[in-house]
């Protein structure tokens, strides 16, 4: 008898709880490539150079939406956002974008008409076509958004296929968005005074890696790939599930400039910011054989694209610092019916109080 069967309930069970316990147990189709529990799904095309890749998802109210810093055009955005980003993630390339919007009949049609409005424009911005939705009436407020795009055959980026030799790359600097959060908490107390302006910017305004991904994808650089919006940890805990060990180099680590500002401020560790999510990094796991070429292209085109770490033979997360020092990386990620990024609560409390290097 599972989990399921017993009657827990999702918040005992978590998000990854759930998926694991049901995804094994779902009849496959042999035209989806590499069965269901990636960033996208990819349907076979058969007789075509390319294959349907697709993508749905809910997109989290935005944590500057909640804070009152910012307007509910926001929330498009993220719906765009976190859809192209799976995809670009796993090889592909976005096509198109839908939107579904459930709101109570006491909402503001403003508020949904500039949810819409900002999905309409993020897509203009992106060469995406932005192909309508739906609204409905719900008890509460939710944004659903759903991309279709097309992936070269033969070049889909599954998660959970790194080896041994492989290099870390990670698309953008990371900890930014924690460290925006806790500057506007801590320093300026939730005021948008001037000098927070830069920070509510970065929280306003999630964006894919549309350049890098586009290279990474075009040269076919990559072996496995992830969205690592729900945090750095969650994606390496996944690169892990192949069997392997990975390494990351603690010096190597591209902290965004916010991140930075907000180490000296607070006094929150870098090494804990990095963990926060909300960047819209990608990970991917480069063969040896090609990663020399990848940071050449990258440095030419002016990417952020970093090498980070390594995959080697063994098992687990670690780091290591300049000395050699190894310490395992432990902690929470960004999870539904456990810890959420979002409610801007326990998730955030576990990265400014926890220690996930020990």
Known sequence: ??????????????????????????????????????????????????????????????????????????????????????????????????????????????????????????????????????????????????????????????????????????????????????????????????????YIEYLSTPTAQWRSAGAVNAGGYARCGMDASDGLLDVLQTFVAAGVRVEIDLEAVPYHPYAVECAKATSIPLTQLMFGGGDWNILYCVPGSRADELARVAEAEGLPLYAIGRVVEGDGVVAVDRDGAEFAIRGVVNEHFKNRIEDAGSFMDHIEKDNFLV
């Open 1 to 198: 008898m599972t989990s399921m069967d017993s009657g827990a309930d999702l918040r005992s069970l978590g998000e990854k709880g759930f998926l694991s316990g049901l995804l094994g147990d779902l009849f496959v189709d042999p035209r989806l490539i590499g069965g269901f529990g990636h960033d996208a799904s990819v349907i076979e095309m058969a007789d075509s150079p390319f294959d349907l890749i697709q993508k749905i998802d809910r997109a989290s109210r935005p944590v500057a939406l909640s804070l009152g810093l910012a307007g509910y055009e926001t929330w498009g955005r993220m719906a765009v956002t976190a859809n192209c980003s799976d995809i670009l993630a796993s090889g592909g390339r976005p096509l198109s974008v839908m939107i579904a919007i459930m709101v109570p009949g006491e909402e503001t049609a403003a508020n949904v008409r500039d949810i819409v409005f900002g999905a309409a424009a993020e897509c203009r911005r992106n060469g995406v076509v932005f192909a309508g939705g739906d609204t409905k009436e719900a008890a509460d407020a939710h944004v659903v958004g759903t991309a279709v795009g097309t992936v070269a055959a033969d070049r889909f980026l599954p998660r959970n296929t790194a080896q041994p030799g492989d290099r870390i790359f990670c698309a953008g600097r990371v900890g930014g968005f924690a460290g925006s959060y806790f500057m506007i908490r801590d320093v300026f107390q939730g005021r948008p005074v001037p000098e927070a302006e830069g």
